[in-house]
């Protein structure tokens, strides 16, 4: 009787793991980032865009306002997508769009806004990427909605129809 | 006295170079342990991507400033979780995968004890 628990108990044992590892197999190898986090924006100092000044983070974030800090490259097709989509948002009222040139050449960047039309409040320039990690994003374009100083939700990729809708609406 | 000059200067330069390479060993064993999460089964070190490239530009400079290898990861997990890491540090949710290995140790070594050593008795 002893015995037979006790390979039962192996058995059970064995089965628990095979069941937890073939669930692992299905689970994505691909990196998923946290897009709903309500983290502290980051504090840095970066060079102006169109300027040889710099600006500290806690000079472009007021208290109780909305802000949209979208990362963009002119070499970058997806944010050619994206970009009527800032466009619309900056003609709402209550939020400020502020972009992040990442690792761009500033004449190519100047000719893209000027081809598209710029939808940023403040332009702030990221040579070596370095701040753009600082925001925890890997890529162009990523976005950040952010109120209070903090991140209220974080879209990697173009933003699209839906994401600009319910930006909207996080807003209102 | 020259000599002694000579011998110095050689001393000095030989020790600057003896830092930079220490330097250079911890920034290629903290790019070794981070994954590049925009191209799958790279480390940072082999990686060419712009993240990579930043990353290593990142990992140098806070080394420059002095943050230790601790602290860099620490760093690094703050901005993209746990996943970054190869080598996942020991904490509530890496609990059963470190201690899986030593619990089927001891069970295999506990079945193989039944099975020899106590039946041979």
């Not at chain 1, 972009?99 to 409040?121: H, M, Q, R, T, V």
């Not at chain 1, 952010?146 to 996080?170: D, F, T």
């Not at chain 2, 760093?75 to 904490?91: S, V």
Request: charged residues 25%.
């Amino acid at each position: 009787m002893k015995i037979r628990i006790y390979h039962v108990m192996i058995i059970i044992f064995f089965l628990t793991l095979f069941f937890i590892f073939y669930k692992g197999l299905k689970n994505s190898n691909i990196y998923t980032p946290n897009l709903s986090i309500k983290k502290d924006i980051p504090i840095f100092e970066a060079k102006l865009f169109d300027s040889d000044n710099f600006i500290s983070s806690q000079k472009i974030f007021e208290e109780n306002k909305f802000y949209i800090m979208n990362i963009w490259a002119s070499w970058c097709a997806p944010c050619r997508v994206e970009h009527p989509f800032l466009l619309e948002l900056n003609n709402q009222k209550n939020i400020e769009i502020i972009g992040i040139n990442y690792k761009d050449k500033i004449e190519n960047a100047k000719k893209f806004l000027k081809e598209f039309k710029s939808p940023y409040e403040l332009i702030i320039s990221d040579k070596d990427g370095l701040i753009s990690i600082e925001w925890g994003a890997y890529g162009v374009p990523e976005t950040f909605l952010i109120h209070n100083g903090k991140i209220l939700k974080k879209y990697v990729g173009p933003l699209n129809i839906n994401s600009l809708s319910e930006i909207k609406r996080l807003i209102k | 006295m020259r000599y002694l000059k000579y011998f110095i200067i050689i001393i000095i330069l030989f020790n600057f170079t003896l830092l930079n390479a220490q330097d250079k060993n911890l920034e290629s064993k903290i790019t070794k342990n981070l994954r590049c999460l925009i191209c799958q089964g790279q480390s940072i070190y082999d990686s060419d991507s712009e993240f990579a490239i930043s990353v290593k530009l990142l990992v140098k400079k806070k080394l420059n400033e002095d943050f230790s290898e601790k602290e860099i990861y620490s760093f690094l997990r703050d901005k993209y979780g746990e996943w970054i890491l190869y080598d996942p540090q020991f904490n509530k949710n890496t609990y059963f995968l470190w201690l899986l290995p030593i619990l089927m140790f001891l069970i295999g070594g506990a079945i193989i004890f039944k099975t020899f050593i106590i039946k041979k008795n």
